[in-house]
C-alpha cells in the first residue's frame, strides 16, 4: 500500500514553469503506474499524463504535449511533473494518484478510477 503526498506547487506567472512532485511512502513506484491529474475551481478533474512502471512509457493529454514532461526518480520514490509555457487558464490544483497496475490503453490510464491510491493535491496558480 502506498501514501501519496504532492509538493511543489505555488505561483508562476503565464509562459513560466513550474515543477510539481509526487512522493511516495509505504512501497517503491517502481510497479506503479502514476498519474497527474488536475481541477480549476468550478470544473471537473481532467487527466494531465501518466507514466508507466519504472522504465515504461510516457502518456500525456493531447492540451499539454510539447509543454508538460513526466518523469520518475527511483532513488527519491518520486514521479514529478516539469511543466513549462504555463497558461492562466490552468491554474488548478493537481493531483497525483497511482495504482499497481500495468495498464497497456491510453483510456485506461486517464481514467481516475484507474487508480487506488490518490494525494490530496498542491495547488498552482498561474497569472496572467
Known amino acids: 500500500q502506498v501514501q501519496l503526498v504532492e509538493s511543489g506547487g505555488g505561483a508562476v506567472q503565464a509562459g513560466g514553469s513550474l515543477s510539481v512532485s509526487c512522493a511516495a511512502s509505504?512501497?517503491?513506484?517502481?510497479?506503479?503506474?502514476v498519474g497527474w491529474f488536475r481541477q480549476a475551481s468550478g470544473k471537473e478533474r481532467e487527466f494531465v499524463g501518466a507514466?508507466?512502471?519504472?522504465?515504461?512509457?510516457?502518456y500525456l493529454a493531447d492540451s499539454v504535449k510539447g509543454r508538460f514532461t513526466i518523469s520518475r526518480d527511483n532513488a527519491k520514490n518520486t514521479v514529478s511533473l516539469q511543466m513549462n509555457s504555463l497558461k492562466s487558464t490552468e491554474t488548478a490544483v493537481f493531483y497525483c494518484?497511482?495504482?499497481?497496475?500495468?495498464?497497456?490503453?491510453?483510456?485506461?490510464?486517464?481514467?481516475?478510477?484507474?487508480?487506488?491510491?490518490w494525494g490530496l493535491g498542491t495547488q498552482v496558480s498561474v497569472s496572467s
Open positions: 509505504g512501497r517503491s513506484f517502481s510497479n506503479y503506474a
Open positions: 507514466i508507466t512502471w519504472s522504465g515504461g512509457p510516457t
Open positions: 494518484a497511482a495504482a499497481r497496475r500495468f495498464y497497456t490503453e491510453y483510456d485506461t490510464y486517464k481514467a481516475q478510477n484507474s487508480y487506488e491510491y
